[in-house]
């Protein structure tokens, strides 16, 4: 007799490439399609890895786009979708308060966050499935997080938390008690559980770290593959992987390269990722003489030959809660420099297998300035970066067991 496969759903806002989309796919693969039945709804019907998506999972949006939601045809296709959202399942009054409540909390913190904004709305607007579900897993806060607890069918209920919940810009009042309906609440480093339960001090009983998933041999044969850096440039490179957003800091890094110029050394700053702060930085770049210095490439679809062909990976943020970026280029052997923050103090153990330092741009510069002199330091960070495993196997295992 054959066993009937288990129903997975997993909800996520966005399928853009960021380190918890590339997170959520890893998991997707990882999960034995003999065993579940496997389906993804993406809130905002958005993403331009969804070319990644395992054959295995089905995809339960209507309607797609590959466009990410940072192209400027992105950006109105996501407009439309947030118009529908206002007006499918009704609730109109409901839905406007929301988005109102929330601005008022944010004009009160001093920091208005569009995204944030519109989440509880998107939740409430976004398609209902009549399916039951044996769990459904929240791959992400906010909207995801909002339409698991609320609008979905599952015996059970599990949600990740990928950041410092308070740094984020999240509070309770946005939450309206959404974290009450979870059976289990993931988050992907000791530090991220701590911070989440300062906030959610009652869920510490249901709260428990789960690390990302990293296929590294994956990583380390995708390296090997055409691509990296096409500039012929003979210097020492400097890398930076992630989002052009307030919390990369790359404002920081912009002064810190121009301090590493100012001082003599021979090196381009090259960054991957898009985002909303293209246009602020690109500025910031032109006013500090820095356009051939402090290169913005956009997001690639395979980062990996630049990590390998990189003499430093830099990720100087204001929070994280685990990078992948750090995970990869730990992978692929990089001397790697990180700001002694939520997240990243939890990947690095300094001066052994990495460098942490404050979020300044001196202290960024120095760092780098000392690493490009030390040949031989970079080299030994880097081996000893290479040899940390990833525990996958124990990682899966604490999700499968609650179904």
Known sequence: MTRKKKKLLFVVNTLGRAGAETALLEL??????QKYELFLYVIL???EMIGELP??????????SSQSVLTKQGKRLMAGTILRCFFRN???VSKLSSVLKNLRIMKRKGRIQTDKLLWRMLSDGSQRFLMRFDMAVAYLEGASAYYTAEHVNADRKCAFVHIDYKSAGYTREMDQGCWERFDQIFTVSDEVRTHFLEAYPEYA???VTFQNLIDQETVRRRAEEKGGFQDHYSGMRLLTVGRLTYQKAYDIAIDAMK??????YQARWYVLGEGDQRSMLEKKIAAAGLEEDFILLGAVSNPFPYYAQADLYIHATRFEGKSIAIQEAQTLGCAVIASDCNGNREQISDGVDGILCELTPRAVADSAAMLLRDEEKRKRLGQAASEKKTAQKEELEKLLRFL
């Open 28 to 33: 997707l693969r990882q999960l034995d399609s």
């Open 45 to 47: 019907g958005q993403g």
């Open 55 to 64: 054959p295995h999972v089905k995809l339960l949006n209507s309607s797609f």
């Open 90 to 92: 009704g609730g109109f």
């Open 205 to 207: 009983s249901k709260t």
């Open 259 to 264: 301090l590493l110029k100012d001082s003599g």
